[in-house]
């Protein structure tokens, strides 16, 4: 509600702090998901006031606020200095990793114009960004499968998808579910022969991939330097540490850039060229990217990175040790998933979430079984040893708790059901009638929803999640 008369700063900033009170944490490293931490406050708050600096300059005129565009430059050309690119390299910054997607999707479609409906070929681990830009923009998606022990997408597959109307093929640098980097040299190389755009979505792995090779890992092909890669993603906000909203795509040409763009003259305002999805925007989120880059450094990203790579190889080795727990695949970046042979690891996620930590659950999908998912960052390697801890004890409170109960038969009632036909209070009495509280305070568990999730498929499933949305919205 809109109060009558304005509030002070000091009342509304301590109302945030009361609504904040039941959020995850975003420092220190226990939440393994959704927030990266240097574990160098000064480099955030560095970032947060370089954000502020630039929170009012709109991004929407160029020729307005030119000092948008000299920080664009430099952020893009630090990009492309990492990933086989060079000074002119084209490329855009955008609020996130979903937008550099768009992008790209769109500049395929407009560079590659075919009868009918266009298509991409994307791998089931790749990120769901590429559905939702299918689904924006009017393309069609072919799903290829991964190879079930490494989780790398399979090239012959892909080979296969490949029709008269594909216009782009897509590749993960890593994919996400299980932090493996696709073959993008072999997928690159059969787009080409096709005629076929490529993007790799390295919107988690641009910024990390290159560091960790440094750092002593191996790493992969991914980037431009590949033949056959036409653009390429990069989230900032990610391991670049730089605060929410930050990403670039880069592309292979300037054409192929000009073809991400939109321009309107058919009206009779002000004129209309975007770069970006959005219009009217802060370049608040490109200050901060621009200063955390520039606070930290070459030397800055390798030590974080050395330590990234060592929190990682400990908790691989860790993990490995805890009876019932096995990791998915050999993670070429920081991104670990495991999953349990006699613990649910939905269960084991709720354990671990009252000890004060964060595991990120998976659903089973394409044979890929239930998992939990651990985001590595530079902040871990202080504190992996007590996230070790809490995933063996987590492991063995679960274990004799047993699996998430969820009654006979709801899963298959709820996949009858006619969702839409359901308004939110009926739907909300629903969750209720199995134990599941909506809108309420706390971090709640998430067991049992998670159970009955897994054992539905995807369209009821997606189903039910915009539902969820809905009553937590109200």
């Avoid at 299918?134 to 029709?163: C, K, N, Q, S």
């Avoid at 750092?215 to 540490?241: E, M, N, Q, R, W």
């Avoid at 073809?259 to 209309?272: D, I, K, L, N, Q």
């Avoid at 659903?363 to 902040?379: E, K, Q, R």
Wanted: net charge negative; charged share 15%.
């Amino acid at each position: 509600m809109l109060p009558e008369n304005g509030r002070s700063a000091g009342e509304l900033l301590a109302e945030i702090s009361l609504l904040k009170r039941h959020d995850l944490q975003v420092r220190g490293g226990k939440v393994t998901a959704y927030v990266y931490d240097t574990g160098r406050p000064e480099v955030h708050d560095t970032a947060a006031r370089a954000y502020f600096e630039m929170l009012e300059v709109n991004t929407l005129d160029p020729t307005a606020f030119p000092s948008a565009v000299a920080m664009e430059r430099q952020v893009v050309g630090a990009v492309a200095g990492l990933l086989g690119g060079g000074p002119g390299t084209p490329g855009i910054f955008t609020s996130g990793g979903t937008e550099s997607i768009m992008l790209a999707v769109k500049a395929a479609r407009d560079a590659r114009p075919v009868a009918g409906r266009p298509r991409m070929v994307v791998p089931v681990t790749a990120h769901p960004a590429f559905h939702k830009a299918a689904h924006y923009l009017g393309l069609e998606v072919t799903p290829v499968p991964v190879d079930p022990a490494t989780f790398r997408a399979v090239p012959e597959a892909v080979a296969e998808a490949i029709g008269p109307d594909t216009v782009l093929v897509v590749a993960s640098a890593p994919s996400y579910p299980q932090g493996v980097v696709d073959p993008v040299a072999e997928i690159a190389a059969i787009a080409a022969g096709r005629g076929v755009l490529c993007h790799v979505d390295a919107c988690v792995g641009g910024w990390l991939l290159p560091w960790l090779a440094q750092a002593g890992a191996s790493v992969p092909p991914f980037d431009l330097s590949v033949p056959g890669v036409t653009s390429i993603s990069c989230d900032l906000h990610k391991f670049g540490y730089a605060p929410k909203g930050a990403s670039v795509v880069l592309f292979a040409d300037p054409a192929l850039r000009r073809a991400a763009y939109f321009a309107s003259a058919a009206w009779p305002g002000y004129t209309v060229i975007n770069a970006t999805v959005q219009s009217s925007k802060s370049a608040g989120p490109l200050g901060g990217a621009w200063a955390t880059l520039n606070a930290l450094g070459r030397e800055g990203y390798l030590a974080l990175a050395r330590d990234t790579l060592t929190a990682t190889r400990r908790l691989i080795e860790g993990i490995g040790a805890i009876p019932g727990l096995r990791v998915l695949g050999e993670p070429d970046s920081s991104l670990v998933a495991f999953a349990g042979d006699d613990v649910d690891v939905f269960v084991l996620s709720d354990e671990a979430r009252e000890l004060g930590w964060f595991l990120q659950p998976q659903l089973s999908y394409a044979g890929i079984p239930a998992n939990l998912h651990v985001t590595v960052t530079g902040v871990t390697l202080a504190g992996v040893e007590a996230m070790l801890e809490v995933i063996a004890a987590s492991a063995r409170a679960a274990r004799a708790a047993g699996p998430a109960r969820v009654p006979e038969g709801l899963a298959e009632i709820l996949a009858g059901l006619d969702l839409d036909a359901l308004d939110d209070a009926t739907f909300t009495e629903l969750a209720a009638s199995v134990g599941v509280e909506l809108g309420g305070e706390g971090q709640p568990r998430m067991a049992v929803v998670n159970a009955v999730l897994d054992a539905l498929p995807a369209t009821t499933r997606e189903a039910i999640l915009t539902r969820f949305l809905s009553v937590i919205y109200g």
